[in-house]
T-cell receptor
Framework: DTAVSQTPKYLVTQMGNDKSIKCEQN?????MYWYKQDSKKFLKIMFS???????INETVPNRFSPKSPDKAHLNLHINSLELGDSAVYFC????????????FGPGTRLLVL | EDKVVQSPLSLVVHEGDTVTLNCSYE??????LLWYKQEKKAPTFLFML????IEKKSGRLSSILDKKELFSILNITATQTGDSAVYLC????????????FGTGTRLTIIP
């Protein structure tokens, strides 16, 4: 009965590769988010989708492309991975945009070598 | 399964009151406990706690961790309306089980 799930949990890859992280929520929420956690534990929002529509797109390289096939899924595809992309990426969801508590997934730890 | 439980779920107080928010956890290979404040935007990092009994303080906010009893508290003194937010607690684990498990938050409302 996991609320927000992400796969994979760990991702180790070489520079230049393309990879995807998947996120699914079974809470019936309309809004989903992708965050990047930096080394200082700050959570930086990358994208937010509401009902499959992109509503927040922070200053993120074009190599990052979110895709929301339906309300319950928000995937993150990263092209031409760079060393600086190494971080923990969190998916979250809420009923409406920043309207109330967001439920976070367990995170995907990405390491680019 | 790792678990983080926050209480109360919501709290309404008057400006000037002092509040205490609770976070208890059951995880394998505890590394640190983090507190975030979430308003109508991305969560803002407040504190990271790794050692028991050492209080972290930032203005009117303070937090302490008890690793024996597996909980942390976040205190806010002389509350202001700007303190109204959802406060999230999250626990980091390591040693092959690296992840951050979030609680569902405490919604704090400060009435002027």
């Amino acid at each position: 009965d996991t609320a927000v799930s992400q796969t994979p949990k760990y991702l180790v890859t070489q520079m230049g590769n393309d990879k995807s992280i998947k996120c699914e929520q079974n809470l019936g929420h309309d809004t989903m988010y992708w965050y990047k956690q930096d080394s200082k534990k700050f959570l930086k929002i990358m994208f937010s989708y509401n009902n499959k529509e992109l509503i927040i797109n922070e200053t993120v390289p074009n190599r990052f492309s979110p895709k929301s096939p339906d309300k319950a899924h928000l995937n993150l595809h990263i092209n031409s991975l760079e060393l600086g992309d190494s971080a923990v990426y969190f998916c979250a969801s809420s009923h409406r945009l920043f309207g109330e508590t967001q439920y976070f997934g367990p995170g995907t730890r990405l390491l680019v070598l | 399964e790792d678990k983080v439980v926050q209480s109360p779920l919501s709290l309404v107080v008057h400006e000037g009151d002092t509040v205490t928010l609770n976070c208890s956890y059951e995880v394998t290979n505890f590394r640190s406990l983090l507190w975030y404040k979430q308003e109508k935007k991305a969560p803002t990092f407040l504190f990271m706690l790794t050692s028991s009994g050492i209080e972290k303080k930032s203005g009117r906010l303070s937090s302490i961790l008890d690793k024996k009893e597996l909980f942390s508290i976040l205190n806010i003194t002389a509350t202001q309306t700007g303190d109204s937010a959802v406060y999230l607690c999250a626990v980091e684990t390591n040693f092959g089980n690296e992840k951050l498990t979030f609680g569902t938050g405490t919604r704090l409302t400060i009435i002027p």
